[in-house]
């Protein structure tokens, strides 16, 4: 089946740790998406990337950092530079522009 | 004024109601709109896309009203099983393709 999967699923780290979520798709999107999602709040875009090896800052960038080096993967690396990085964060593929997203299961991120 | 506003809710209504809700967005040039379930601590997934002249899917309604700037999500028949949070998505076309997120609404369908 394509999809697109997130891991882990959950996953806990001490403050002042850098750490990388996993996202690999194979549906053979150009397009690859990164959000946050705080509790009760709405979906807020943290990177994007429309091709392999490029890659623009969403609306809340800071503290975090992406690359693109295949066309399946896009991990999403949480720096310590992140001041509240604790959220559900969500991987989504596009196939084209103005189609719909496609979501991985997402990661729930805890940082004490 | 934010991109893209939805009412929070929650709107509680009691099995078979018919609901509406509402999506406003301030890009004029938008170009696509969705309506997607997301169920509580988990992934959004995708309900309808919204098409000019309005689309249905089984008891679900969406409409686009491009002149007022806003789209709609009509659940006739209300079942159980639809309580959720109903996100509406628009591409807004700011710096190429990006997908803006409403807030979400939250639907409880009570016995």
């Known amino acids: 089946d394509g999809g697109i999967t997130q891991s882990p699923k959950y996953l806990f780290r001490k403050e002042g740790q850098n750490v990388t979520l996993s996202c690999e798709q194979n549906l053979n999107h150009d397009a690859m998406y990164w959000y946050r999602q705080d509790p009760g709040q709405g979906l807020r875009l943290i990177y994007y990337s429309q091709i392999v090896n490029d890659f623009q800052k969403g609306d809340i960038a800071e503290g975090y950092s992406v690359s693109r080096e295949k066309k399946e993967s896009f991990p999403l690396t949480v720096t310590s530079a992140q001041k509240n990085p604790t959220a559900f964060y969500l991987c989504?593929?596009?196939?084209?522009?103005?189609?719909?997203?496609?979501f991985g299961n997402g990661t729930r991120l805890t940082v004490t | 004024r934010k991109e893209v506003e939805q009412d929070p809710g929650p709107f509680n209504v009691p099995e078979g109601a018919t609901v509406a809700f509402n999506c406003t967005y301030s890009n004029s040039a938008s170009q696509s709109f969705f309506w997607y379930r997301q169920d509580c601590r988990k992934e959004p997934k995708l309900l309808m896309s919204?098409?000019?002249s309005g689309n249905e899917d089984g008891r679900f309604t969406a409409q686009l009203n491009r002149a007022s700037q806003y789209i709609s999500l009509l659940i006739r028949d209300s079942k159980l099983s639809d309580s959720a949070t109903y996100l509406c998505v628009v591409n807004t076309g700011n710096a190429g393709n990006m997908l803006t997120f409403g807030g979400g609404t939250r639907l409880m369908v009570k016995p």
């Open positions: 989504a593929s596009q196939r084209a522009n103005n189609s719909p997203l496609h």
């Open positions: 919204v098409y000019s």
